[in-house]
C-alpha cells in the first residue's frame, strides 16, 4: 500500500526565503509527527497532530516554523526567512493513533539545502 | 539522555544470521521497545516491536529477555540490502509525550558478500 509521501524530496532555496513542505499520511492514519535529521545528527522532534487535538508544538525551534494539518490529512510545514541552520532532512511520519503499540511510519523526506 | 546502548558496527555475512543486541536496563513496565532502520538518504523504516513478548515478522524476530533489560533484533537470512544503520528505541512514557521517538546512534549493520 501507499507509505507516506513527502514532497519536494529536495529543496534548494536562499537564505531569507519561505519555504513550505508538505506531507501525505497513510490513509487512515489520525497521528501525524514531523521530525528534522541534521548531518550525522539523530531525529530532533517538532510537531505531533492528534485527530481534532490541539496539536503538540513544544519541539519547533522558533517562530519562523509553523505546521498546519486540514482536514485530517495533508500537513504543510512552513519555514519563514529561512537560515543556513535551518538545512537539514526534515522528516514526516504517521500513525494509527498516536498512543502505544501504534508504530510510526515515515517518509523519505525532503533534504532542505539553505545557500 | 539515552535509553537504549548499542554496538556502533556490527558486520555479518550474507545468507548468515545478523543479532543485534540492545540494552535498555531502565526501561518501564509498560514502555514498548521499537526498531527502525535507515539506509542512505531514505527514511527510518519500521521494522518490528514488542513489550513483553517475543514477536516475529515478515521482516525480523525480536527476542526480548524475561527482564526487559535487553533486547536482541535478527534478521534469519541478511541480504546486501540489509545494510543500514539499526535504531533500537524504548518509547518514554513520562509526561504522557510517548510518541517523541528519539533514535540514538544505533548499529551500523554491514552485510558483506
Known amino acids: 500500500g501507499a507509505g507516506v509521501s513527502q514532497s519536494p524530496s529536495n529543496k534548494v532555496t536562499e537564505k531569507g526565503k519561505d519555504v513550505e513542505l508538505r506531507c501525505d499520511p497513510i490513509s487512515g492514519h489520525t497521528a501525524l509527527y514531523w521530525y528534522r535529521q541534521s548531518l550525522g545528527q539523530g531525529l530532533e522532534f517538532l510537531i505531533y497532530f492528534q485527530g481534532n487535538s490541539a496539536p503538540d508544538k513544544s519541539g519547533l525551534p522558533s517562530d519562523r516554523f509553523s505546521a498546519e494539518r486540514t482536514g485530517g490529512s495533508v500537513s504543510t510545514l512552513t519555514i519563514q526567512r529561512t537560515q543556513q541552520e535551518d538545512s537539514a532532512v526534515y522528516l514526516c511520519?504517521?500513525?494509527?493513533?498516536?498512543?502505544?503499540?501504534?508504530?510510526?511510519?515515515f517518509g523519505d523526506g525532503t533534504r532542505l539545502s539553505i545557500l | 539522555d539515552a535509553k537504549t546502548t548499542q554496538p556502533p558496527s556490527m558486520d555479518c555475512a550474507e545468507g548468515r544470521a545478523a543479532n543485534l543486541p540492545c540494552n535498555h536496563s531502565t526501561i518501564s513496565g509498560n514502555e514498548y521497545v521499537y526498531w527502525y532502520r535507515q539506509i542512505h538518504s531514505q527514511g527510518p523504516q519500521y521494522i518490528i516491536h514488542?513489550?513483553?513478548n517475543n514477536e516475529t515478522n515478515e521482516m525480523a524476530s525480536l527476542i526480548i529477555t524475561e527482564d526487559r533489560k535487553s533486547s536482541t533484533l535478527i534478521l534469519p537470512h541478511a541480504t546486501l540490502r540489509d545494510t543500514a544503520v539499526y535504531y533500537c528505541i524504548v518509547e518514554d512514557n513520562r509526561g504522557g509525550s510517548n510518541y517523541k521517538l528519539t533514535f540514538g546512534k544505533g548499529t551500523l549493520l554491514t552485510v558483506n558478500p
Open positions: 514488542g513489550l513483553k
Open positions: 511520519a504517521s500513525s494509527f493513533g498516536g498512543l502505544s503499540n501504534q508504530p510510526q511510519h
